[in-house]
């Protein structure tokens, strides 16, 4: 899963219009190609995301420190995963809010 911060594109084969009933028969038969196409699911999630990167723009020029920690390998409803994300922030927050400390003294 790309970052919200990252904008990325995925090809689909579509005509002018998504027929639910083509889609449905090619996942189907074995012997046809599947359809891609976006799922109204991820058509949502995506949509949260990039208002979400906009409020956070939005809001960045208030705070005196920002920090994105590297966590692409996780996607947005990896639950479980909720241990190695947090110990990835506090890992990406310790050199930067040193440096921050330092300026402010």
Do not use: T
């Amino acid at each position: 899963l790309a970052s919200p911060q990252e904008s990325y594109r995925r090809s689909y084969k579509l005509d002018g219009s998504v027929s639910g009933w083509r889609i449905l028969a090619s996942r189907l038969n074995p012997f046809s190609e599947p359809i891609r196409s976006p799922s109204l699911i991820g058509i949502v999630l995506r949509s949260m995301e990039i208002n979400s990167v906009y409020q956070n723009k939005r809001r960045q020029p208030l705070a005196d420190l920002v920090i994105y920690p590297d966590v692409k390998r996780y996607s947005g409803l990896d639950f479980g995963a909720y241990k190695p994300i947090i110990e990835e922030g506090y890992q990406a927050s310790i050199d930067p809010l040193r440096q921050w400390l330092e300026q402010q003294n």
